[in-house]
């Protein structure tokens, strides 16, 4: 079997090990994951015989292959565990049965994130066959619980820490190459993420005297939830554009067509008239410019007949680069204008820092996109999701978000979404992508 069957055929069964992570461990097979990592062993033997493996956090990864220096090694980034599926009924091929159709690999973690971690895995597999040794150490690191904001990538930066390892540069998960993000740019672009927004989860909690429904008051608990939600709808963030998103506009205008050319490429000095522009575009513009609000979870009585005592929801939100949790947390609580309602801080991370674009490891990651994926348009951007990869930043300064996977929107959308998938020549520009990259190192 050739490099590029074995990774299909690899992604098709790591797909079909449901390795759901949960925010309560208790509610987490523990045997899948045992199953996925011998599912590894198996299809990628000469990694696991040649490299240094070990399990930390319980069953995440970190794999040093040693290089010909010790000296700026290179850390690369995935994980293991993939999000849930509500309801498998509205999947166009079921989401754990890794089915081959149409040229694409369907299943749960196709994109997030089993596709990077069978293309890193298949280009240093290759490579070994190959007998090639990388000018400097390459690192994976490969969690277990980042869909639920876990320990193992923190414990992975202070088992490298203590190790004395001083990475160059980190690539985890993250941009894309996308069409049409923005207007008037033919060109594929390639995103990658100098940086991503910090996240915040609070739950809002509003109390009322409950009862029978028949007799219902004014202003209950569920009616005051309701009125602080549409507080929040209606007043988003300001909208502000951080330099990331200035420098990702003012590359990508070297390569937009009139009259979008001349309005990114003055972006610097058009900045506060961009910023109320951008929002209008559409959602994952607007999200490019100010913090955003997401109510993801809702909950009231427990009887259709019964009004709630306590009504409960759960924001999630991501905080913009230059602002804080603190400030975040503030601003929910004035715009909802309500001491009836709780607003308690459930976690909070900061945003992570800016890595440098002007700077050896942004370009070789711009010469590797130009060698597999010609003619791609390579711009940084702040990533809206959050990362593993941001307590690597909290440390190192050079961290890149970057999946090196030719993307259309409703791929993109499917991501913790329905009928999640991968072209299969999508994986294998991947697969060349990551082994590019490590014979340029």
Same mark, same amino acid.
């Given at each position: ?15 079909r ?6 925010w309560d ?9 045992e199953?996925?990592?011998a599912?590894?062993?198996?299809r ?13 956090s ?5 794999v ?7 000296e ?5 980034m995935?994980h293991?565990?993939v999000?849930?599926?509500d309801d498998?009924?509205v999947?166009?091929h079921p =989401? &754990?049965?890794g089915? %081959?159709? *149409?040229?694409? $690999? ?10 990077? /971690? ?13 007998g ?15 869909e ?8 992975a930066?202070?088992?490298l820490?203590e190790?004395g390892?001083e990475p160059?540069?980190?690539?985890d998960?993250?941009g894309?190459?996308v069409?049409?993000a923005?207007p008037?740019?033919?060109a ?14 609070v739950?809002?909690v509003a109390?009322g ?5 028949s007799?219902?008051?004014r ?6 939830l309701?009125r ?6 209606r007043? =988003? &963030?300001?909208?502000? %554009?951080p *330099?990331?998103? $200035? ?10 067509? /009139?009259?979008y ?5 003055r972006?610097?000095?058009l ?6 522009v ?8 607007a ?12 909950s ?12 409960r ?11 804080t949790?603190a ?8 715009t909802?204008?309500?001491p ?15 890595s440098?674009?002007d ?9 590797t ?13 702040v990533?809206?999701a ?6 690597f930043?909290r ?8 999946t090196?996977?030719?993307?259309t ?7 913790h979404?329905?009928d ?7 994986l ?11 014979e340029?190192?």
């Amino acid at each position: 079997m050739n490099g590029d069957d074995a990774a299909v055929e690899a992604l098709r069964a790591l797909i079909r090990i449901p390795t759901v992570s949960d925010w309560d461990p208790a509610k987490e097979d523990r045997a899948v994951f045992e199953a996925l990592l011998a599912e590894l062993r198996s299809r990628f033997p000469r990694l696991h015989a040649t490299c240094e493996v070990e399990r930390i956090s319980g069953d995440a990864l970190l794999v040093r292959w040693p290089g010909l220096t010790r000296e700026a090694p290179v850390v690369l980034m995935a994980h293991l565990d993939v999000v849930p599926v509500d309801d498998p009924s509205v999947w166009t091929h079921p =989401p &754990f049965a890794g089915e %081959l159709v *149409d040229g694409h $690999v369907w299943g749960r973690g196709a994109l997030d994130c089993k596709g990077s /971690l069978v293309a890193t895995c298949q280009a240093v597999e290759d490579l070994l066959a190959d007998g090639v040794t990388p000018g400097r150490d390459v690192w994976l690191s490969f969690g277990c619980n980042e869909e639920v904001s876990g320990r193992a990538a923190k414990d992975a930066v202070a088992v490298l820490r203590e190790r004395g390892v001083e990475p160059w540069f980190v690539v985890d998960e993250g941009g894309a190459i996308v069409q049409g993000a923005l207007p008037g740019i033919e060109a594929p672009m390639a995103v990658i993420g100098v940086s991503e927004k910090g996240t915040v989860d609070v739950e809002l909690v509003a109390r009322g005297d409950g009862g029978h429904a028949s007799a219902p008051r004014r202003m209950g608990a569920t009616s005051r939830l309701a009125r602080a939600i549409l507080r929040l709808e209606r007043n =988003p &963030f300001p909208s502000h %554009l951080p *330099d990331a998103t $200035v420098d990702m506009l003012e590359r990508a205008g070297a390569h937009a067509r /009139l009259p979008y050319a001349a309005v990114f490429g003055r972006a610097r000095r058009l900045r506060p008239v961009l910023s109320r522009v951008l929002p209008r575009l559409g959602h994952e513009t607007a999200a490019l410019t100010r913090t955003t609000v997401a109510v993801t979870q809702l909950s009231g009585s427990s009887g259709a007949n019964v009004i709630a005592a306590t009504a409960r929801a759960h924001v999630n939100m991501r905080v913009m680069v230059g602002e804080t949790v603190a400030g975040a947390l503030a601003r929910v609580r004035s715009t909802i204008k309500d001491p009836h309602v709780e607003v308690t801080l459930v976690s909070g991370d900061e945003p992570s820092p800016v890595s440098p674009t002007d700077d050896p490891a942004y370009a070789l990651l711009e010469s590797t996109l130009e060698d597999v994926f010609p003619g791609t348009v390579a711009v940084p951007y702040v990533m809206l999701a959050a990362t593993d990869s941001r307590h690597f930043h909290r440390v190192w300064p050079r961290v890149y978000r970057f999946t090196p996977f030719r993307m259309t929107d409703a791929q993109r959308a499917s991501i913790h979404g329905v009928d999640e998938r991968i072209g299969v020549d999508d994986l294998h520009e991947g697969v060349r992508w990551y082994r590019r990259l490590i014979e340029q190192l």
